[in-house]
Nanobody
């Protein structure tokens, strides 16, 4: 029940903005996040946002910004100064945590981001 948009092809140093919206059928969500999976590699956390604040992977700090959208259960990821090694499928996740315990989560289908050198 998550729909992502905004992926595409960009040159090195360029910018993209990803968006994600959860459908009305989801249960209570208190955390939304973006992950990415480069070709042949494992999925990794890029950024997350919750009532506690935001969290970023070290590699994207200062270049990426995660923010909530105007509508409920929406999240955006502004990506600046993109690098070729950041070519990956980017996934949106919406989750409900109790403390550090994951209760349930939802995942999007992924959107391709390709950064050319």
């Amino acid at each position: 029940p998550l729909v992502e948009s905004g992926g595409g092809l960009v040159h090195s140093g360029g910018s993209l903005r990803l968006s994600c919206a959860a459908s009305r059928g989801v249960f209570t969500i208190n955390t939304m996040a973006w992950y990415r999976q480069p070709p042949g590699k494992q999925r990794e956390l890029v950024a997350s946002i919750s009532t506690s604040g935001t969290n970023y992977a070290d590699s994207v700090k200062g270049r990426f910004t995660i923010s909530r959208g105007d509508a409920k259960n929406t999240v955006n990821l502004q990506m600046n100064n993109l690098e070729p090694e950041e070519t990956a499928v980017y996934y949106c996740k919406a989750a409900c945590y109790t403390g550090d315990t994951l209760q349930y989560d939802y995942w999007g289908q992924g959107t391709q981001v390709t950064v050319s050198s």
